[in-house]
């Protein structure tokens, strides 16, 4: 078969396979902060996003996740072929959607495993029991990687947790769930480099064929570690550049000014 | 098993304790309350003439007091006392076996779960209907103790020097409205009577059911705990969603004599159309101590705050209480400790929960004299707010004289916030399950003190209550 002709066999083949989203323009408080956002994540690599503060990344973090703070006036956004502005918040959780927190929330009362554990029964069929034993073997076993102490499964979830604690626990919550596509919104933010790198081998061991990643950061040095396949430039609510691992490189030395002077119009 | 025809009769609807059973009544004192109810009432109970003669002079003080809308809610004006029967029963004795309370009770009682509890960690049930037990049993083993446990008519009839010596100690007649008139027309409730050193290892429990539209339910629970002895007492309530306004109107005493140990545990599920104006309070003598922990789920309006006279050295009382009010619901609830010797000791922790439309209240009242030495209390109330609409006022009035005393307030009121419902949402649960879940934390390190049968129950009936709330 030649080359190309292979190509569009594997694309068309895995046509449903992929995080996509067309032209997407979302705004809050009749400000619109997306402004026709493209970009496509197939299951199996892993795409960053770079752009400076308040370009909207979180934003687009939360408008695939289903925030009712933001309202979609355009475009589209499919998961597996699937429409995913038509569900609810938990429905595209339970479709395989993880959201990693750039501030994750605090759950008075609630203990980390009670947590873990509704989340999880929430994907069982109704009058289906999650197995305690096993579930608590599972968990250990991941906080066990991710260095965390085993009493955080008592404590309240984010509850006084450090900046530190809390991007461990978003990464403990996304190898529990075991999404198809994750988004990993300024995970980088907050950690010391040993953290860091905890959290970056665990991303790693994640990847996977049946998985697509789209890892959001202001900075190139979580990329150090975890090396993207595709790097997008956002600025002002637009994907403006897309290229390789190099890029993120680029934009670090010369700053995010460079890009968007290469587009502006002459 | 019922005929075809009685299950026909039966309405159900999802919630648990949302049916009811036909009307077949032996005994009923039809609508409104006069002298002659009182006399229908002693005269079917063949009470003796001071018990008779104490009614009477309830029903005048009831009579003769205003309602208290001065500071309580104006919809106790609502209830319309005429429209009440005050008296219904199916003229039968509590029996020990299920198996001879009549079918429509006992299947009511099954539905509830109850005779399944019994076997699996009571020590003793009562089961009203209306307004009669129609179940009362005990464990032999502490039968043989000399524990006594039975409803209060029976206690009356078979131990009036014990039932007499301390009825109405406690609570007086004339304390509210509401205490007057459950004295005029008690019937129901419990007697207990626990012998010195006794301790009852598992809980004793009545379980509260108003069956009939109309009508209003006023059992009377004495319970005297004697010297080092220990009880739990448990008590459950349920009644159907009627289109009238339905009244239950208790008044609970416990005394605790020195060294003595109670624990009362009441969780109450009532539809949302019972006006539950309860008087609750205990006595503990010398190093005794009394908890009351009180889950307030559902009704109209509830008024109700458990109190405890510390009238011996060293004495404890203490509060755990939980309200969720739901629309159209308003929880008045509180705590009312009276310290009365040296070194006595309270402790009162209150959380509530207001969902759309509901109000919750917190009244506290904690009374320190200037005379006594080394008093402690401790009041932390916690009001959570689900909905914007939400509504919820704390009232503390802690009145310490004296500077030899340790008292602590402390009051917060938190939202559950729409971050916190879209981060869990986020991870795959429903809003309902979300909100459920974000209540449970609220009141999880309260719920850890109670039994664990008693913190699975609430739990679910929180559920409920939250899965019914959200869109
Ligand atoms: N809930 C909101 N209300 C008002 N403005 C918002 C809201 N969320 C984001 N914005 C605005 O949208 C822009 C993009 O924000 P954000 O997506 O958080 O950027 P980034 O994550 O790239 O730093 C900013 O100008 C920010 O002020
Ligand atoms: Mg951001």
Request: aromatic share 8%.
């Amino acid at each position: 078969m030649p080359r190309k002709e292979r190509r569009n066999w594997l694309n068309f083949n895995n046509m449903s396979q992929t995080l996509n989203i067309q032209n997407l323009h979302a705004s809050v408080d009749g400000n619109e902060i997306l402004k026709g956002l493209t970009l496509e994540v197939p299951k199996g690599e892993v795409h960053a996003i770079m752009g400076p503060n308040g370009s909207g990344k979180s934003t687009l973090s939360k408008v695939l996740a289903g925030h009712e703070d933001y309202e979609v006036s355009e475009g589209l956004v499919t998961m597996d072929g699937v429409d995913l502005l038509e569900l609810e918040i938990d429905e595209r959780s339970r479709a395989g959607l993880f959201l990693a927190f750039q501030y994750p929330h605090e759950i008075p009362g609630v203990t980390n495993a009670n947590f873990l554990r509704a989340a999880l029964q929430a994907r069982l069929p109704k009058g289906e029991e999650i197995d305690a034993v096993g579930f608590y073997k599972d968990m250990y076993a991941k906080m066990d990687s991710l260095n965390m102490d085993r009493k955080f499964t008592g404590r309240a979830v984010n509850d006084g947790f450090s900046g530190g604690e809390k991007k461990r626990n978003e990464i403990l919550q996304m190898m529990m769930l075991d999404p198809n596509y994750a988004i990993l919104d300024e995970t980088d933010s907050g950690l010391d480099i040993d953290a860091l790198k905890i959290v970056a081998e665990g991303v790693n061991r994640m990847r996977s064929p049946e998985r697509g990643f789209l890892v959001i950061t202001h900075y190139q040095r979580l990329l150090d570690y975890i090396v993207p396949d595709v790097v997008h430039v956002l600025f002002d609510g637009r994907i403006i550049k897309t290229g390789g691992k190099e890029l993120a490189l680029e934009l670090e030395e010369k700053g995010y000014d460079w890009v968007t002077q290469e587009l502006a119009p002459a | 098993m019922a005929d075809s025809a009685t299950l026909e009769a039966v309405n159900i609807d999802q919630d648990a304790g949302d049916f009811t059973y036909p009307e077949d009544y032996e005994h009923d004192a039809g609508y409104g309350l006069t002298t002659e109810t009182i006399d229908y009432i002693s005269d079917i109970k063949k009470e003796a003439d001071w018990i008779r003669e104490f009614r009477h002079r309830a029903l005048k003080v009831f009579n003769d007091k205003p309602m208290p809308t001065h500071w309580a809610s104006k919809d106790l004006e609502n209830i319309v006392f005429d429209n009440i029967r005050y008296y219904l029963s199916k003229g039968q004795k509590p029996t020990r076996s299920w198996d001879e309370v009549p079918d429509d009770v006992k299947e009511t009682f099954e539905r509830l779960g109850i005779p399944e509890k019994e076997r699996k960690f009571l020590a003793g049930v009562e089961a009203q209907f209306d307004s009669e037990a129609a179940y009362s049993n005990v464990k032999e083993e502490l039968e043989k103790e000399g524990v006594i446990f039975v409803n209060s008519t029976e206690g009356l009839r078979e131990h009036p020097e014990l039932f007499r010596k301390w009825f109405g100690k406690v609570i007086p007649t004339g304390d509210n409205k509401f205490s007057a008139l459950n004295s005029a027309v008690f019937s129901g409730g419990s007697f207990i009577y626990v012998p010195p050193g006794v301790k009852v290892a598992h809980p004793l429990q009545a379980y509260f059911r108003i069956n009939a539209e109309n009508f209003g339910q006023f059992e009377r629970t004495l319970i005297i705990v004697d010297e080092g002895a220990e009880v739990t007492y448990m008590e459950g309530c349920t009644a159907p969603k009627f289109e009238t306004a339905t009244l239950h109107s208790a008044v609970v005493e416990l005394v605790a004599m020195k060294d003595a140990k109670i624990q009362y545990i009441t969780v109450q599920n009532w539809s949302n159309n019972v006006f539950n104006l309860v008087t609750k309070r205990g006595m503990a003598h010398e190093n005794a101590e009394i908890r009351w922990i009180d889950c307030n789920i559902g009704s109209r309006l509830t008024m109700k705050y458990p109190g405890v006279i510390m009238k011996g050295r060293k004495a404890r009382g203490e509060v755990i209480s939980i309200a969720l009010a739901n629309d159209g619901q308003h929880q008045d609830t509180g705590a009312k400790m009276i310290h009365a010797a040296d070194e006595t000791t309270s402790n009162v922790v209150s959380k509530s929960i207001s969902v759309g439309e509901g109000r919750s209240t917190y009244r506290g009242q904690v009374h320190i004299p200037k005379h006594l030495k080394g008093c402690k209390n401790n009041t932390e109330c916690d009001a959570l707010l689900i909905n914007s609409n939400s509504r919820t006022d704390t009232y503390p009035a802690i009145t310490v004289r004296g500077n030899q005393h340790a008292t602590q307030h402390e009051a917060s009121v938190s939202q559950v916030s729409e971050e916190q419902i879209f981060y869990m949402q986020q991870r795959g649960l429903s809003e309902g399950e979300a909100m459920s879940l974000s209540v449970n934390g609220f009141v999880n390190d309260l719920v850890r003190e109670f039994p664990m049968e008693y913190s699975v129950e609430l739990k679910r009936l929180i559920d409920m209550e939250m899965e019914g709330s959200v869109g």
